[in-house]
C-alpha cells in the first residue's frame, strides 16, 4: 500500500460497529464467537475506557495462540460486547466496518515511517498529531487510538524480538491478534476480558469519533448530559468540569476559550497565563474526552489543561491527569478546600456540603478503594446535589450517559445485585447515604468562596 489511505469521518447516528448491548438499539448483534452469538466480557472493559486512574481492561501478553490468558482482578460483574468480525492474517477490508485486525493492517506501513518493521511510540504519537493534509481521519484514527492504547500489549503477541519485546508493534503482532480471536470464534469461545478491552476501546472510540461535531459548541451551550471523560486518566479535571456545568457555570467554561484565525484556540484559566492548542485531531478526538455533537469544547479545554500541565507531554491530554483540588483551582481561580473523610465526621460533611452546593460552589469527591455497589474505585467525581433532611448525596460520575448509538450494561454508577443501575437510569448519576458517602470516598474537594 502506497500512500496514505486517509478517510473523512462525517459525525452520524450511526455506529461504523455494533454497539455494546444492554438495551435496545436495533443494531443486529454479531461477534467474534459466532451470528447473532454475544461475546461476554467484564465490566471492567468498560471502566478503563475512561476511568483514568485505574485502566483494568489490558488483555494479558500470554500465549494467546496456546489458550493461555493472564489471571484477572476484574469485578465480576459482565457485561456484552458485539464485535465486527476479524479478517485474519489478510486485510481484505480497509475503512468503515473494518476490524482492528483489517485496519492495522491496511495502514502498517503509513505508520512504520522508517520501514524498520515496527511502529514505535513514537510513531504512533506523531500519526495521532498528525495535522492538515497528513491527518488521520476516519477508521484511521480510531485504528491509532487503539495502537497507542494497547501498544505494549500487542507487542509482546509474537516472538520477534530478541529479549524484552518492546521495539513496537509488527505485522506478526497484529496477526497473533487477529488469529487468536478467529481460534475463539472457531471454538465458540466467548472473549475473555483480556481481548474484550481491546474490541471494546476499538468500538467505543469509533462511537466517540462519528458522534462529534466540529463546532466549538452547540447552539444551546456546553451541556453536562452531553460530556463524557474519555481513555486518559483526567478524572478529576472532568468531575470540576461537571460542577461548573451542574451549577450553571458554563458560560464561565467557553469564555475561556478564544478561536483564533488560523485554526487554533488560546483557553485562558482564571489566574494562569494563556495556553494555545491545536484544534483537536481526530485522534485526539477517539482518545480524548468529548462532547460529542454539544461540540468540541470540552477537548479543547482538557488539551489546554494538560498543555498547562505539560508542554512537553507527546499529546496535550496526556498531561491532564491531576488532582481534585488543582482541577476546581485551575478551572474556577478560587482556593479549594480537601478533607480526608478518615478524619472528617459526618456532622462536618453534613455542614460544608450543603454550605457549597446551596451557594454554587464547585464539590468533588474521589475513592481509592475497589469498586463498590457498582460504584467504580480510584475514580473522581462531581457532587451534585446534597438534600439535608434525608441526609443523602447524588454524584454523578465523568463518563456519562451511553452515547447516541451505544448501549452499556453498567455505566460505572451504584448497581443493585442483579447487576441493574440502582435508579434505573443509565446516566452515570446515582445517590448515597451520608454514611455511605463517608464510607465509599477517601477524598472530598470544596471551592472555596471568592474574595
Not at 108 to 123: A, H, M, P, Q
Not at 394 to 401: A, D, I, Q, V
Amino acid at each position: 500500500m502506497s500512500g496514505k489511505q486517509h478517510q473523512s469521518a462525517t459525525p452520524e447516528s450511526t455506529p461504523a460497529v455494533a454497539p455494546v448491548s444492554g438495551q435496545s438499539s436495533g443494531v443486529p448483534q454479531q461477534d467474534l464467537v459466532g451470528n447473532q452469538a454475544m461475546a461476554s466480557t467484564t465490566q471492567a472493559a468498560q471502566e478503563s475506557a475512561r476511568s483514568g486512574s485505574s485502566l483494568p481492561w489490558d488483555f494479558g501478553a500470554s500465549s494467546l495462540l496456546g489458550g493461555g490468558w493472564f489471571g484477572s482482578q476484574s469485578p465480576e460483574v459482565t457485561a456484552t460486547v458485539d464485535v465486527a468480525e476479524t479478517g485474519g492474517t489478510t486485510a481484505d477490508t480497509c475503512g468503515e466496518g473494518a476490524s482492528f485486525t483489517e485496519q492495522a493492517e491496511c495502514i502498517f506501513s503509513n505508520l512504520d515511517t522508517d520501514g524498520d518493521g515496527y511502529i514505535s511510540e513514537e510513531e504512533i504519537d506523531s500519526a495521532a498529531t498528525a495535522t492538515g493534509e497528513d491527518e488521520y481521519t476516519g477508521a484511521d484514527a480510531v485504528t491509532i487510538a487503539t495502537l497507542r492504547r494497547y501498544r505494549t500489549n500487542l507487542e509482546e503477541l509474537s516472538n520477534d524480538e530478541y529479549f524484552d519485546e518492546n521495539s513496537g508493534v509488527t505485522l506478526a503482532d497484529i496477526q497473533a491478534y487477529g488469529q487468536a480471536l478467529e481460534k475463539l470464534r472457531a471454538d465458540g469461545t466467548p472473549i475473555p476480558e483480556e481481548l474484550g478491552g481491546l474490541e471494546y476501546m476499538f468500538q467505543s472510540s469509533t462511537d466517540r469519533l462519528n458522534g462529534s461535531s466540529p463546532e466549538l459548541v452547540g447552539e444551546d451551550g456546553p451541556d453536562l448530559a452531553s460530556t463524557h471523560q474519555g481513555s486518559i486518566g483526567s478524572c478529576s479535571f472532568h468531575a470540576a468540569v461537571g460542577g461548573m456545568l451542574d451549577q450553571g457555570r458554563g458560560q464561565d467554561l467557553m469564555d475561556m476559550i478564544s478561536e483564533n484565525d488560523d485554526g487554533t484556540y488560546t483557553v485562558t484559566f482564571p489566574g494562569a497565563e494563556a495556553v494555545t492548542v491545536n484544534a483537536p485531531t481526530q485522534t485526539e478526538l477517539a482518545i480524548g474526552a468529548t462532547a460529542g455533537a454539544n461540540g468540541q469544547w470540552l477537548t479543547i479545554l482538557e488539551k489546554a489543561y494538560g498543555r498547562s500541565r505539560d508542554a512537553d507531554a507527546a499529546l496535550d491530554v496526556d498531561a491532564a491527569r491531576g488532582s481534585l483540588v488543582d482541577a476546581i483551582s485551575t478551572l474556577t481561580g478560587n482556593d479549594t478546600n480537601r478533607d480526608l473523610t478518615a478524619f472528617t465526621d459526618e456532622s462536618t460533611h453534613h455542614e460544608r456540603l450543603q454550605d457549597a452546593l446551596e451557594n454554587g460552589r464547585i464539590v468533588t469527591a474521589s475513592n481509592m478503594g475497589d469498586t463498590q455497589q457498582g460504584i467504580p474505585g480510584k475514580h473522581a467525581y462531581t457532587v451534585m446535589h446534597y438534600d439535608p433532611e434525608s441526609q443523602t448525596v447524588t454524584l454523578r460520575n465523568p463518563w456519562g450517559s451511553p452515547m447516541e448509538g451505544t448501549n452499556y450494561a453498567n455505566w460505572g454508577e451504584r448497581t443493585n445485585p442483579d447487576g441493574q443501575t440502582a435508579d434505573g437510569a443509565q446516566d452515570g448519576v446515582f445517590t448515597v447515604t451520608l454514611e455511605e458517602f463517608d464510607d465509599i470516598f477517601r477524598d472530598v474537594a470544596y471551592e472555596e468562596a471568592s474574595d
